[in-house]
Structures are given as structure tokens and as C-alpha cells.
């Protein structure tokens, strides 16, 4: 009989530190829906428009975090390129394992890194030049704006 009391009120005290586990990320899910608290989201990189022309201005910056990048003349893409060079869907940019690379999606007139057509996916490093249509992008690592203070 005394072992029942014992294992009910560990069972009790399990039960209670799991309600408040529970109403805790629940206030705190609700505090980040209301911007009171921010999520770390992590970025992998940005790409600055270095030559736009008249369909994207200089220095412009996209930036690249965990689900990536898609680039092309679709509305669907992530970064919509109105040049007539571009393919619907053109580009994609992901990050995988602390590496991040592009991949030509089959286009017509192709992506180009540091000016040689890819034709499978290239890992992108600091400084690469990543052409695509007529626009030029830089690759690079971001910072982290508020470590700049």
C-alpha cells in the first residue's frame, strides 16, 4: 500500500512539472507571434546586385537563410528577374551541412559563377560572381547586422 502512495504522488508531481512545462511554451510561442520575442533565424549568405540595370537597383541584397533561394522570371521564385534571359524557374540556392551552393535548374542561357556556365551544383564561396541573364550578383557570407554596434 505504501509503494502505491509513493508511485501516485511521483506520478502527481510528473504531472504538474508537465502542465507547467506546457503553459510555458505556450506563452512563449504566443510572445514570439507577437514580436515581443525574436527567434535567432540564421542566415548563410546575401546576394548583392552589382549590375541590375533598369530591373533591379545596385546594391540591392538578398538574403540566404535555411530554406534558401529560388531565382527566375516565375512569380513563384523567391528573387523574380524580369529579363527576358531568364528562365521561369532559373536557379536555386540552398545550404546544406555549412555549405552553400547553387544549381542551374536547366535554363536556356544558363547560370555562370565567376564567368563558366555550371552545369552542376557549385559550392559558393565569399566574393563569387554569380551571373544570371543580364544581372550580376555577389556572393557573400552575412553578418550579422547587430554585432556591427
Not at 30 to 51: A, H, T, W, Y
Not at 72 to 80: E, L
Not at 133 to 149: A, D, H, M, P, V
Amino acid at each position: 500500500m505504501q509503494g502505491i502512495l509513493v508511485l501516485g504522488r511521483i506520478v502527481f508531481v510528473a504531472l504538474i512539472y508537465l502542465f507547467l512545462f506546457r503553459i510555458l511554451t505556450a506563452l512563449l510561442a504566443d510572445l514570439q507571434l507577437k514580436g515581443l520575442i525574436r527567434k535567432e533565424e540564421k542566415d548563410f549568405g546575401s546576394l548583392e546586385v552589382l549590375i541590375g540595370g533598369e530591373l533591379l537597383p545596385k546594391g540591392r541584397v538578398f538574403r540566404i537563410d535555411h530554406k534558401g533561394l529560388t531565382i527566375g522570371r516565375g512569380k513563384n521564385n523567391d528573387v523574380v528577374l524580369t529579363d527576358h534571359f531568364v528562365s521561369l524557374d532559373h536557379a536555386r540556392i540552398s545550404h546544406h551541412k555549412g555549405v552553400t551552393t547553387i544549381e542551374d535548374l536547366g535554363s536556356t542561357n544558363g547560370t555562370w559563377v565567376n564567368g563558366e556556365r555550371i552545369h552542376s551544383p557549385v559550392q559558393l564561396v565569399a566574393g563569387d560572381y554569380v551571373k544570371i541573364g543580364s544581372i550580376t550578383f555577389q556572393y557573400s557570407r552575412w553578418q550579422n547586422e547587430s554585432s556591427k554596434l
